[in-house]
């Protein structure tokens, strides 16, 4: 027997066809003030708290890799460990190189600077492209615009302060000669015979080790530098800045080489500028396969007739349908123009020059050239892919921001930073949000338990809350 005590809190609804409501899909009517105007503004301080804390998580975010960048600065200047080296070995004896090709400051213009400036450019003046549908304000435009900016920023960031906290700590920990050591060396020839710690100790070296302390040159930076060969800074850092700097262009230029989608795969307008705005024609609020290109593959059984004759029209009607099957496939996709291919690549054949210049320097050796390129290079597919989908199926969009109770925190259960706490469901805590509710409480998902909760305390459910928000948008 149900319990007679909650039944007040429980609306009667006169639609025959309505979900019977429980304690569970609303709250208590003595929660919520007589006064609307109380309410919303209740909600809207809510709201701006939730948006506090988002932005402070991201601040955050901001202030790891500056102290990252930081400790990598120190690891960077600490005195190397310094490895035994042979006066005769000639991988080290090349000639102290005084003007680099790329001296340190050209690098930070190239792989930082650089990559700053044009993200900035793409993601302010491309960005979000020409899928934004009429009507859209502006105002949604340009946070969509400084999302795109801010995300971009954030990945190189992390591609490159990986990659510098990796390579100065790797640098002073091995402590391997440079191919111009012996150039910065300076060494105590006259009392070779104390410095020998390899081998039996001769008034000659005969290709025996010598510890460090062999070298005498007074400037301090450039003999403890020429134990810095393994890995290459020069490298890693244009790895990480000019490779991320490639990725990024070639996900907001939609370069990639062509691919047929996968069974399954989402209709296209979900990777437009904002989805939730497209109203597909002659349907409201739902979708329609207008699609001329993937017609269904379900092709009609003929059972047991004999399709040997050349005429027959069952025959005729199949080969029609494979005909057709295969044109689609093949339009699909298509090749990017070569020019967008150039520009993307240009960023990743700077780091490559780059690289090679401490070869012919002789700034480092080969495989400390490879292993430094190799850092960056992973960083910088990392970085990229923690902050934007894949180039071959994100449309060249960011990641969207982190849902507001999981701004600092998820815990053991929780799949996606993206999805709401309690019920798992997507929330909307991007530039749509404000524009859909007013101030956060939008989730991108609507139930029927969500539904009939609103429509149990006189709201409208979502999605025409949504709609009513878009049309006055649209004519402001």
Same mark, same amino acid.
Request: with cysteine; charged share 15%; net charge positive.
């Given at each position: 027997?149900?319990?007679?005590?909650?039944?007040?809190?429980?609306?009667?609804?006169?639609?025959?066809?309505?979900?019977?409501?429980?304690?569970?899909?609303?709250?208590?009517?003595?929660?919520?003030?007589?006064?609307?105007?109380?309410?919303?503004?209740?909600?809207?301080?809510?709201?701006?708290?939730?948006?506090?804390?988002?932005?402070?998580?991201?601040?955050?975010?901001?202030?790891?890799?500056?102290?990252?960048?930081?400790?990598?600065? +120190?690891? @960077?200047? $600490?005195?190397? /460990?310094?490895?035994?080296?042979? %006066?005769? #070995?000639?991988?080290? =004896?090349? !000639?102290?190189?005084?003007?680099?090709?790329?001296?340190?400051?050209?690098?930070?213009?190239?792989?930082?600077?650089?990559?700053?400036?044009?993200?900035?450019?793409?993601?302010?003046?491309?960005?979000?492209?020409?899928?934004?549908?009429?009507?859209?304000?502006?105002?949604?435009?340009?946070?969509?615009?400084?999302?795109?900016?801010?995300?971009?920023?954030?990945?190189?960031?992390?591609?490159?302060?990986?990659?510098?906290?990796?390579?100065?700590?790797?640098?002073?920990?091995?402590?391997?000669?440079?191919?111009?050591?012996?150039?910065?060396?300076?060494?105590?020839?006259?009392?070779?015979?104390?410095?020998?710690?390899?081998?039996?100790?001769?008034?000659?070296?005969?290709?025996?080790? +010598?510890? @460090?302390? $062999?070298?005498? /040159?007074?400037?301090?930076?450039? %003999?403890? #530098?020429?134990?810095? =060969?393994? !890995?290459?800074?020069?490298?890693?850092?244009?790895?990480?800045?000019?490779?991320?700097?490639?990725?990024?262009?070639?996900?907001?230029?939609?370069?990639?080489?062509?691919?047929?989608?996968?069974?399954?795969?989402?209709?296209?307008?979900?990777?437009?500028?904002?989805?939730?705005?497209?109203?597909?024609?002659?349907?409201?609020?739902?979708?329609?396969?207008?699609?001329?290109?993937?017609?269904?593959?379900?092709?009609?059984?003929?059972?047991?007739?004999?399709?040997?004759?050349?005429?027959?029209?069952?025959?005729?009607?199949?080969?029609?349908?494979?005909?057709?099957?295969?044109?689609?496939?093949?339009?699909?996709?298509?090749?990017?123009?070569?020019?967008?291919?150039?520009?993307?690549?240009?960023?990743?054949?700077?780091?490559?020059?780059?690289?090679?210049?401490?070869?012919? #320097?002789?700034?480092?050796?080969?495989?400390?050239?490879?292993?430094?390129?190799?850092?960056?290079?992973?960083?910088?597919?990392?970085?990229?892919?923690?902050?934007?989908?894949?180039?071959?199926?994100?449309?060249?969009?960011?990641?969207?921001?982190?849902?507001?109770?999981?701004?600092?925190?998820?815990?053991?259960?929780?799949?996606?930073?993206?999805?709401?706490?309690?019920?798992?469901?997507?929330?909307?805590?991007?530039?749509?949000?404000?524009?859909?509710?007013?101030?956060?409480?939008?989730?991108?998902?609507?139930?029927?338990?969500?539904?009939?909760?609103?429509?149990?305390?006189?709201?409208?459910?979502?999605?025409?809350?949504?709609?009513?928000?878009?049309?006055?948008?649209?004519?402001?």
């Amino acid at each position: 027997m149900p319990d007679e005590t909650i039944s007040p809190l429980i609306p009667r609804s006169t639609n025959p066809y309505s979900r019977i409501l429980t304690p569970t899909h609303i709250s208590d009517p003595s929660s919520h003030s007589d006064h609307p105007i109380m309410d919303d503004s209740r909600g809207r301080r809510k709201g701006r708290g939730a948006n506090l804390l988002l932005t402070a998580s991201y601040v955050f975010d901001w202030a790891i890799l500056v102290i990252a960048a930081v400790v990598g600065y +120190v690891l @960077g200047n $600490i005195t190397p /460990n310094k490895r035994p080296f042979s %006066l005769e #070995d000639r991988d080290i =004896s090349f !000639p102290f190189t005084v003007h680099e090709t790329v001296p340190t400051w050209l690098l930070v213009m190239c792989s930082t600077v650089a990559p700053i400036v044009i993200v900035a450019i793409i993601s302010l003046i491309f960005v979000p492209g020409s899928t934004v549908p009429r009507g859209t304000p502006k105002s949604l435009v340009w946070k969509r615009k400084l999302w795109e900016l801010h995300a971009g920023w954030l990945g190189l960031a992390l591609s490159l302060v990986a990659a510098w906290f990796i390579t100065n700590g790797m640098k002073n920990l091995f402590g391997k000669p440079r191919p111009d050591l012996i150039s910065r060396c300076q060494p105590d020839l006259a009392n070779l015979s104390k410095y020998i710690v390899g081998g039996i100790a001769n008034s000659s070296s005969n290709g025996q080790l +010598v510890s @460090g302390d $062999i070298c005498k /040159n007074p400037d301090k930076y450039i %003999l403890d #530098d020429g134990f810095r =060969s393994y !890995p290459s800074g020069h490298s890693s850092s244009s790895a990480a800045g000019l490779i991320y700097l490639s990725l990024f262009i070639a996900s907001k230029f939609a370069i990639t080489l062509p691919f047929l989608a996968p069974s399954g795969y989402a209709d296209a307008s979900a990777f437009t500028a904002f989805p939730s705005r497209i109203r597909p024609r002659g349907v409201r609020g739902g979708g329609s396969s207008e699609s001329y290109e993937l017609p269904t593959r379900n092709t009609t059984t003929v059972g047991n007739e004999h399709l040997s004759a050349p005429l027959d029209p069952a025959l005729q009607k199949r080969v029609a349908q494979h005909t057709q099957t295969v044109a689609a496939v093949r339009r699909q996709a298509a090749a990017p123009p070569l020019y967008l291919l150039v520009i993307c690549v240009l960023p990743f054949f700077a780091a490559i020059f780059i690289a090679s210049s401490r070869w012919f #320097d002789f700034r480092h050796h080969g495989f400390d050239i490879l292993f430094g390129f190799f850092i960056g290079t992973i960083t910088a597919f990392f970085s990229f892919r923690y902050y934007h989908l894949p180039i071959s199926q994100g449309a060249g969009w960011a990641w969207g921001p982190r849902s507001h109770d999981k701004a600092f925190w998820a815990g053991v259960g929780s799949f996606s930073y993206a999805t709401e706490h309690v019920r798992g469901q997507y929330h909307r805590v991007d530039e749509e949000e404000g524009l859909a509710d007013g101030y956060g409480r939008g989730t991108g998902l609507q139930t029927d338990d969500g539904a009939a909760a609103a429509a149990a305390v006189g709201r409208k459910p979502m999605q025409e809350e949504e709609d009513t928000a878009y049309a006055g948008a649209g004519r402001s």
